[in-house]
């Protein structure tokens, strides 16, 4: 399929990007051939060809959410290097 500068000129403007006259056509010549390769999928009989969503099986695979506790000496080694901290919890900017 091959596209106008038009063409080239208007997605550039949807994409909001200016392009010069050599990029103008560089990108006329590769979105031409993108087309053109996917006009060619359009064309591949897949009647016979089951629908796939996925091929490995796995859905979300997660680990357990475990609590470690920490000793009194491993909480006081982190809160030593905490810039800011108030009791035995560190203290961080509000997220917004």
């Not at 949807?14 to 990029?23: C, F, G, M, N, V």
């Not at 996925?54 to 959410?65: A, C, I, M, S, Y």
């Amino acid at each position: 399929m091959d596209l106008s500068k038009q063409q080239i000129q208007h997605i550039a403007k949807l994409a909001r990007i200016e392009l010069t006259d050599e990029e103008l056509k560089k990108y006329h010549s590769q979105l031409s051939d993108i087309l053109t390769y996917i006009d060619q999928l359009k064309e591949v009989n897949v009647d016979d060809v089951e629908p796939t969503t996925q091929t490995t099986g796995l859905e979300n695979v997660l680990r357990e959410d475990i609590a470690i506790n920490w000793n009194k000496e491993e909480i006081e080694n982190v809160l030593i290097s905490a810039p800011e901290k108030e009791e035995r919890f560190i203290k961080v900017k509000r997220i917004k």
